[in-house]
């Protein structure tokens, strides 16, 4: 990806006519607001001496440990926009000592054992689409920082088509982990946000969750099995698809973000790859009867493979669609509904849908807008670099409720984001949209455009702190899929109470003792 920016540099986009004056209609001309070039970022010092580099060259080889001045950039953080706006600014004070790229499980294994040896801090590096301060780790009680680039970990391992299950190596990313699965027929069926760059091993210790997880669930969901490269040794999770055997201990590696070892295979059910794919939209006068529509699909059993409703805010501007931000809407919330499977499944799965959703007040509006979401959906983090080209601070936040309290939960947390950038002078845009939804619950997926100020990190540090408060004191969960990072960690200890941070302090205390894993991120 681009060092300072979201994704491939060959798509970087400009905003469209229509996006352009919606914000100078909202927030004033704008202001240009350029990054500094590469050769500008302030790097601290490497502090790992030459015996120790020389000891990593003789885990992974000469060519595959790198201290350049541009890959340690490259692996500065992660994609939220405090990441972002501090590499633009030419801030890489989080930059590791050195990359080092494995090969195998096995030098995976020896890199943390030289790692405990000499108390250098690891930080297992994916695909880098961290949005939560994943990958900075602490420098404070280490000798040093390095970044473990999964890279190399690229291949299937091995397809059991009679269980419908496939190996994958952690650092496949999502693109061509479809790709090796549709060799063989098959699909994994995650496309979230971050799909184009992400790795299966990314996936699996953030709880991801993707844009069709209304069909095919949430990552987690789909694992059955890991293999975990811990300061411990070899830690090999799942031996069938259910057991009894205790409590599940995969689900301590899920979620872990590298604090608890580095996931070197996944082991994930897969399906056979869909015939035909239909995307489609439809209209409800407001958000609260498309929520209402959403939960009777979901409560049904006939919920479709994507299910994703916007607000009216996020519906007027066209969110939705990148390509047509601020162009004119016909209001109301706007539903889109995807079918993936064989043609007269998705005719059969159509017809139902569509007559819940006619009964409970929805127009439908076809099928071409439908398409045009599907063909954008991974456009929306390039335009936020545009927003920030032009003096626009934007970011995401996301949480999960049950259903009784979901206006609740989204009525507190615009407020808070309206009062808390009002307070500072700022008249701020709130978007929201759901696109997660389970029987007792749904996510809400929050959008936050604003000015930005003279320091925006600051800016946005103080009204995700009022979003993160009103969470909690609504009852939602800090994070539906985001994880938890470092920017979390305040509310995630309130959330998981006394009792569990005293467990996860005790596995962290049992698994990495010396504490090189990724300090300072997950755990309270």
Known sequence: MHWSRWGDPAH??????????????????????????????????????????????????????????????RHTG??????????????????????VRPADHDEV?????????????????????????????????LTGVIAIDLSRLDGLVAVDQVSGTAVLQAGVPGPRAERLLGEQGLTLGHFPQ????????????????????????????????????????????????????????KQLVLGSEG???????????????PETAVYETWRFPSFQSG????????????????LRLSDETETSLNLAKPESIGAESAGGALMVCGYEAAPARVERMRAE????????????????????WADGRFAAPYMRDALLDVGVLVETLETATFWGNLDHLYAEVKSALDSSLGAQGMNPIVLCHISHVYRTGASLYFTVACKAADDPRRQWHEAKRAASDAIVAAGGTITHHHAVGHDHKPWYAEEIGPVGVAVLRAVKQAVDPVGVLNPEVLIP
């Open 194 to 249: 971050s799909f184009e760059f992400a790795t299966i091993g990314g996936f699996a210790v953030t709880r991801s969750s993707g844009q069709s997880s209304s069909g095919y669930g949430r990552f987690d969901s789909m694992v059955v099995g890991l293999k975990v490269a811990t300061p411990q040794g070899t830690w090999d999770l799942g031996v069938a698809p259910a057991s009894a055997a205790g409590p599940d201990l």
């Open 291 to 306: 929520v209402t529509a959403m939960r009777t699909l979901t409560q049904d059993g006939i919920n479709p493979t994507v």
């Open 259 to 273: 604090t608890l070892g580095i996931v070197t295979e996944v082991t994930v059910a897969v399906r056979p790859a």
């Open 109 to 141: 294994l020896a890199l943390i054992a030289l790692c405990v040896d000499r108390r250098i801090a690891v930080v297992p590096f994916g695909g880098g689409t961290s949005v939560v301060g994943g990958l900075a780790a602490s420098r404070d009680v």
């Open 12 to 73: 970087m986009t400009a905003l469209p006519e229509s996006a352009a004056g919606l914000l100078e209609l909202a927030f004033g001309p704008a202001v240009p607001r350029p990054a500094v070039d590469l050769t500008q970022v302030r790097l601290p010092v490497a502090e790992l001496a030459d015996h120790v580099l020389d000891a990593l060259r003789g885990v992974v080889g000469e060519d595959h440990v790198d201290t350049t001045d541009e890959a340690r950039v």
């Open 353 to 372: 849908v569509g007559a819940t959703l006619e009964r409970l007040g929805g127009t439908s509006l076809g099928a071409e807008d439908g398409q045009q």
């Open 78 to 99: 992660g994609k939220s926009t405090p990441d972002l706006l501090a590499l633009r600014d030419g801030d890489a004070a989080a930059a590791p000592d050195a990359v």
